[in-house]
């Protein structure tokens, strides 16, 4: 084996491992987004539903990429071409559906203006329910949403007052009871959805990006072992 053909060994390999850790990690950052998105989806406008599949997405291709990252070892520690030429093979298929959750997610969001104006109009109305939802659902997710991401009415305290409604305990803030989150909860339930699923796809884009060149390699290497079998035939 040559110097050459050692290094794209060396570097197969260790983008695999790479690899295994990038696909355990997107396993985690979907399993927590997907935890958290749970908890608001009657909060999320209905024509953005789409975009709680983001989570659940980059879990699925992120358990792919864990498992063929152990079979991509294999093929260049065996140095089998078969192996590797499999491997490339569905890493450039896991490339098109990472490109594909990527813009998937930005398309959700592409819209700005009016992706926060669903979301006003959502939470508004979840709101406004708070004292009259006999079923409770509307004051579990209020009351979570507020805890969650230390936030008080849609605009701030003053909706609440305005209503008017007696404000929330769960308005309060928990290092001093005396005191309401100024912060309204459109802005803040809006941002963290919005840096949500900019997360994802930019980590799955990213990603992707690495794993075409890692393709690349272990057909250069696939090539290179083949070459060199041929050459001991003869």
């Known amino acids: 084996m040559g110097f050459g053909e050692g290094c794209v060994k060396f570097f197969v390999s260790g983008a695999n491992f790479t690899f295994a850790l990038a696909g355990l990690g997107l396993i985690i950052l979907g399993v927590l987004y997907k935890l958290d998105l749970n908890d608001y989806t009657s909060a999320i406008p209905e024509d953005y539903q789409n975009a709680g599949l983001a989570p659940t997405l980059t879990i699925a291709i992120g358990s792919i990429i864990f498992v063929i990252a152990f ?11 078969c192996l590797l030429t499999t491997y490339a093979v569905i890493l450039l298929i896991i490339f098109l559906l990472q490109v594909a959750l990527g813009v998937f997610a930005f398309l959700q969001i592409k819209d700005k203006a009016t992706f926060e104006e669903k979301v006003q109009q959502t939470l508004t109305k979840i709101f406004n329910q ?3 939802d006999k079923t409770n659902s509307s004051r579990d997710v209020v009351n979570l949403m507020q805890q969650e991401l230390e936030c008080c009415g849609t605009t701030g305290p003053s909706f609440w007052i305005n209503l008017p409604a007696t404000v929330p305990d769960s308005c309060k803030d928990s290092n001093d009871s005396n005191s309401y989150f100024e912060d309204g909860c459109v802005d803040e339930f809006f941002n963290f959805l919005y840096r949500s699923v900019q997360i994802i796809g930019i980590t799955v884009l990213a990603i992707s990006v690495t794993e075409i060149i890692v393709s690349i390699f272990s057909l250069c290497l ?3 072992i083949k070459n060199r079998e041929r050459r001991f035939r003869y």
Do not use: L, M, Q, V
């Not at 079979?71 to 071409?81: L, M, N, T, V």
């Open 130 to 132: 708070y004292y009259t």
């Open 71 to 81: 079979f991509g070892c294999c093929g260049a520690i065996r140095e089998s071409p």
């Open 222 to 224: 696939a090539n290179t």
